[in-house]
């Protein structure tokens, strides 16, 4: 069951990781939550050659990227790439509209989130790098 969650749009400005390297990223905002994915690493998920790391984004005089808290990937028809955080949710993008979103012709492209029928138990659980 498909419902929606977020969305997600281009960095506004590259983020900056625990070491001090900066990156573009795309923010995933879902459920209220802020995440960050950097944009080279989505090309190669959405490429399906391996998958891109979700991270926590906190701002601290700018984005920061404070460590992978789950995983995003292409699976299955190769219409659509998967968010899979730690705590166990899973989110939904179509590949079109992340294309269009990473060719700046999208603002922005929609999320949905992945529930099992009758599950909403870890929706909102706090997610902490590990």
């Keep these: 069951m ?3 969650a977020g969305y997600i749009q ?3 400005c590259a983020a900056v990781d625990g070491e001090g390297r900066s990156s573009r990223i795309v923010e995933a905002v879902l459920n209220g939550r802020q995440f960050g994915v950097r944009v080279w690493e989505l090309r190669q998920a959405l490429d399906g050659r391996r998958p891109a790391r979700v991270e ?3 701002r601290d005089w700018g984005p920061v990227l404070g460590g ?3 995983r995003a ?3 299955g028809a190769k219409t659509a ?3 899979t955080l730690a705590t166990g949710e899973r989110y939904t ?3 079109v509209a992340l294309r269009a979103l990473l060719a700046r012709a ?3 492209a929609p999320v949905a989130a992945v529930r099992s029928r009758g599950d909403s138990s870890t929706m909102g659980q706090a997610l902490t790098p590990g």
């Design 56 to 58: 926590v984004l906190r």
């Design 68 to 70: 992978t808290v789950g």
């Design 10 to 12: 281009r960095g506004r």
């Design 73 to 75: 990937e292409v699976l």
């Design 93 to 95: 993008v179509p590949i």
């Design 81 to 83: 790439i998967t968010l």
């Design 106 to 108: 999208a603002a922005f």
């Design 2 to 4: 498909l419902e929606r």
